[in-house]
């Protein structure tokens, strides 16, 4: 019996959904509330904005992609599902980044990994930023609704090696660490959720709040790509849009939305675009400044027993053991995670070539991988990207300062000791100039010596925020605390770039409840 | 300088190839039925040296390896964002030219009449140069190279890795 794919039946029923890339005419649409993007952000206020009785229409620049489109296989995932076929990188090409690009944004690949935003996280929000109304407490009805909504519980089955070996490391030495929840609902423990989940057991917006937010009579339009926002004094009247192909080129065909409220949630690369090009007001130049990326280290561990990266919940245990560490704002903590271990995806983020490499990858099933994921944003040194427009798009420039290399340093270090105490015969931090190294004590000695520098150490990044920061103090912030425009009575932004600073945890969870609770607040608003 | 103004500036003046698909083609690598498609005999020459020791050792099968690959690579190149590809195609057309090359290598001896050694010195030097633009040459190459490999699920015998069977099973 083959599996059911709940977005191809919903189209067979006459959900209104339109592939722009087959228009050969201009159009113009109409709704309530336009949103465009379909991620974390879009998909949860196109579903609350429905259910209060609005009229919505989500605009996708990504292709609608679904269960029966996931064929397990890197080759047709990257190109179909991520930003720039998972290729994308910053300025200067030190940072590797990987940012979902079809219907459902990242949340049709990510890893399930759900997190409620971090109290200390919350509490430099509060104090350092202006941000107003999101204590631990005022948030927790949202994120228990969300968690309700999206089936999101502790992963209750044994974790796979991978993750197991992250486990053990902490329990030998000591360390925190935690059971992951995940928004799974009868998960078949493959490991494949960032290639697409085949059999929609990840509750991706795919497969839960834009098919709701359908069921109830909005419209979806996949393949516009968003171009600009017109505007007049303080109100936005149109969005404007291209058509393009399955690889975002421009097809030739505008279109045109409009609507009473309008709501970007492109993500936290092409919300800060789309402002920028449209040459919205911005006083206090704050548009597409402080981008964050968590950016991770890698290192690898060769184990004698078979780890199997590849099968099973790609992640369900991490540690904080040093997110937080030195407070907020001293120096920069990391979080210790796994990610899956799939061919590409490994050959691509480790170094060398030739028979190093070779050899590498013969060891593939052997291989453990632990990531650090460096918290950004809160140290003086530390003050993320800056998103610029270019002559087709737009590009990220992220320097990579010295605050964070002493945090890479130490993050290595505690990679190393951590999969050294979990049983590793042999640790390779992903940096160039590094060999395996056959001990912690050796380790310890290397990593303290290595050379750091970008281009050379491998850094990738998964979660993109930033850039649009919220905010009731003018000069710190676009938005205000509920995600509206400073600027604009009819324009709000839902997605991960009003975070002022990263958030030292996985970001999916954090985008949710936010966005449930402001876009409640918005439906109150317009239903008024 | 930035990246793009130091390529134009190098490629100014220069039409002349100094690969020609009419005096290098082999038989190993089936650049006669793509001898229009852009690169391909380039990357023949680039692909043996990045995956040394991962393509299959009996002869027919290496071929074949090759072969995917570089179809893998042209389709790869095709899809890329025009900024990007943009970006890799003027390093790609260094590559081919003589004063590219020079430039790129210290060189204008051709990398097809070039061998392993000194194919794998030049990707050496450009791995360990102090000049970003080396630097990204080399590591654009070679994530092109290693991903296009890596894609194709008939180069994961070595790897031991199989993606589950149950959608074909189901269906």
Redesign the interface.
């Known amino acids: ?3 059911k794919d709940p977005v191809k039946a919903g189209i067979d029923s006459g959900w209104a959904h339109l592939n722009a890339a087959s228009l050969t005419e201009n159009q113009t649409l109409e709704a309530d509330v336009v949103i465009v993007g379909s991620g974390a952000g879009g998909g949860v206020a196109a579903e609350i904005l429905t259910q209060a009785g609005l009229s919505v229409i989500i605009v996708e620049g990504g292709p609608l992609k679904s269960s029966s489109d996931f ?5 047709r995932a990257y ?1 179909d599902l991520y930003q ?2 998972a ?1 994308m990188k910053t300025t ?2 030190a940072i590797g980044i990987f940012q979902g690009r079809a219907v459902g944004g990242s949340t049709t690949v990510n890893w399930t990994t759900s997190i409620r935003t971090p109290e200390p996280a919350l509490e430099y929000w509060a104090q350092a930023k202006s941000v107003q109304g999101l204590s631990k407490a005022e948030l927790e009805p949202w994120f228990d609704k969300m968690e309700q909504r999206l089936n999101i519980s502790e992963w209750a089955y044994a974790p796979n090696r991978n993750n197991q070996a992250l486990k053990q490391g902490c329990e030998q030495l000591g360390w925190e660490y935690t059971v992951i929840k995940r928004n799974v609902a009868g998960c ?1 423990n ?1 490991g ?1 959720c960032g290639m697409g989940c ?1 059999v929609n057991a990840k509750q991706s917006m795919l497969v839960t709040t834009i098919p709701s937010a359908l069921e109830a009579g909005a419209t979806l339009v996949s393949q516009a790509q968003v171009v600009k926002l017109e505007h007049h004094k303080d109100k936005i009247f149109a969005v404007k849009a291209q058509t393009v192909d399955g ?3 421009p097809l030739g065909v505008e279109l045109m939305f409009k609507a009473k409220h309008y709501i970007l949630a492109a993500g936290a690369i092409h919300t800060p675009t789309i402002m920028l090009r449209s040459k919205l007001p911005d006083p206090h130049e704050i548009i597409g400044k402080r981008t964050f990326l968590h950016p991770t280290l890698l290192s690898g561990a060769v184990f004698s027993d078979p780890i199997n990266g ?1 099968s099973g919940a790609p992640q369900s245990i991490y540690s904080d053991e040093f997110v937080w560490q030195d407070g907020a704002d001293g120096e920069l903590g990391y979080k210790l995670e796994v990610p899956p271990i ?3 995806l490994i ?2 983020k480790t170094i060398g ?3 190093s ?3 590498l ?2 060891k ?2 052997q291989l453990q991988v632990t990531i650090a994921l460096v918290r950004d944003g809160y140290h003086e040194n530390s003050q993320g990207g800056q998103v610029r427009l ?4 737009s ?1 990220l420039d992220y320097p990579l300062t010295d605050a964070f290399w002493r945090a890479a340093r130490r993050a290595y270090a505690s990679m190393a000791e951590l999969q050294f105490a979990a049983g590793a015969e042999q640790v390779l931090p992903i940096s ?1 100039g590094m060999p395996y190294l056959s001990s912690w004590q050796q380790a310890k000695k290397a990593i303290a010596e290595m050379e750091l520098a970008p ?2 150490t491998v850094v990738a990044s998964a979660h993109v925020m930033g850039g649009c920061a919220m905010g009731e103090d003018l000069k710190l912030s676009m938005v205000n605390s509920f995600g509206e425009s400073h600027y604009f009575d009819n324009l709000s932004v839902m997605d991960g770039s009003i975070f002022p600073t990263s958030l030292g945890a996985n970001p999916q969870l954090s985008i949710y409840g936010i966005t449930a609770r402001n876009a409640t607040r918005l439906a109150e608003k317009l239903t008024a | 300088m930035e990246r793009r103004t130091f390529i134009t500036t190098a490629l100014a003046g220069t039409a002349c190839l100094a690969l020609g698909v009419n005096y290098y083609s082999t038989s190993d690598i089936s650049v006669n039925r793509q001898q229009d498609s852009k690169h391909r005999l380039l990357f023949s020459v680039l692909v043996p040296v990045f995956l040394d020791g991962a393509l299959p050792d009996v002869a027919a099968l290496k071929r074949d390896a090759i072969n995917r690959t570089l179809d893998t690579i042209e389709h790869t190149i095709s899809i890329l964002p025009l900024d990007t590809k943009a970006e890799i195609e003027q390093l790609l057309e260094m590559l081919e030219g003589r004063l590219g090359l020079l430039i790129l290598t210290g060189s204008v001896t051709p990398l097809m009449m070039r061998n392993q050694a000194e194919l794998v010195d030049m990707l050496q030097s450009w791995r360990s140069s102090y000049l970003d633009l080396m630097v990204t040459a080399y590591q654009g190459l070679r994530e092109i190279v290693m991903a296009s490999y890596y894609a194709s699920p008939e180069h994961w015998s070595r790897l031991h890795y199989a993606k589950p069977s149950f959608l074909e099973d189901m269906n």
């Open positions: 019996m083959a599996i064929n397990m296989e890197e080759r190109p720039q076929a290729g200067d090409k078949w493959t494949y085949p690889n975002m080129r590849h799939h061919p590409v050959a691509s070539y030739g028979q490499h070779a050899q990858m013969e593939f099933n270019t002559d087709h798009g590009t160039e281009l050379k």
